[in-house]
């Protein structure tokens, strides 16, 4: 059988005055260790144009999985709460949406 491939994308803007302190951690933090969870292949991270249309968050992350996004989503959830994913309050919790596409 043929593993699902799935993209998940997720966009965020930081806490207000902490853009900085937001993409040290993201970049830094967040991403290796989002990375390094089971199922993921890959991860990018784009910031959003200034030229072009104006959108709610000003981050999104692009990442490949092999598989179904909710068996990441809770090994994300696993490793937050046994302390070896450090989550940041430099990222605006309200700003966070996401969603799961696979291939067709």
Do not use: C
Not at 37 to 48: D, N
Request: hydrophobic share 35%.
């Amino acid at each position: 059988m043929v593993s699902q491939k799935t993209t998940l994308i997720v966009f965020t803007s930081p806490a207000e005055g902490r853009e900085d302190e937001y993409n040290e951690w993201y970049d830094n933090t967040h991403l290796p260790e989002f990375l390094a969870l089971p199922g993921v292949v890959s991860g990018k991270r784009y910031r959003l144009s200034p030229g072009g249309p104006k959108a709610r968050q000003s981050y999104t992350a692009v990442y490949e999985l092999d598989g179904p996004a909710s068996g990441v989503l809770k090994a994300m959830d696993a490793a937050i709460k046994d302390g070896s994913m450090h989550m940041s309050s430099a990222l605006d919790p309200a700003s966070i949406s996401m969603s799961a596409w696979e291939e067709i």
